[in-house]
């Protein structure tokens, strides 16, 4: 299964967050996601086993608990797939910082000539 075919479920998604923040047993994951999503507990072991066998999820036993945590390698590949389209937003940032500073500047100028920023009159 590709990565995104993985990640493109809203469910695992948010397993995935929550096992960014710390590793999880499997009936604390399991009691959120049905709680958020109304699924049932085996679609939810059913979501666990494709982040496991997708290699984005490990598990670990301890005593009767099996606890999950997040695998780091697969996300570095989707992120380095997503490289090649990272310039499309950060150009649109820039440019909107750009327009922000841009912005910012007016304003000032307005306010010291004593003109209404809002309405663009002299006050």
């Known amino acids: 299964m590709h990565a995104l075919d993985v990640l493109g479920d809203p469910v695992r998604r948010r397993i995935l967050e929550l096992l960014a923040a710390e590793e999880r047993s499997s009936g604390e994951v399991s009691t ?6 109304g ?4 679609a939810v072991s059913q979501h666990l ?9 490990s598990v670990r036993a301890e005593g009767t608990r099996r606890l999950y945590a997040v695998e780091a ?12 389209f990272r310039g499309f ?3 649109r940032l820039d440019a909107l910082g750009t327009e922000l500073a841009r912005g910012k500047r007016q304003r000032r ?15």
């Open 32 to 37: 959120v996601i049905r709680s958020e999503f």
């Open 39 to 42: 699924i049932s507990q085996p």
């Open 49 to 57: 086993r494709v982040l496991r066998e997708g290699g984005f999820a």
């Open 73 to 84: 390698a697969p996300l570095r590949e989707v992120d380095r797939w997503l490289d090649q």
């Open 89 to 91: 937003w950060e150009q």
């Open 109 to 123: 100028l307005e306010q010291g000539r004593g003109g209404d920023s809002r309405t663009g009159e002299e006050t």
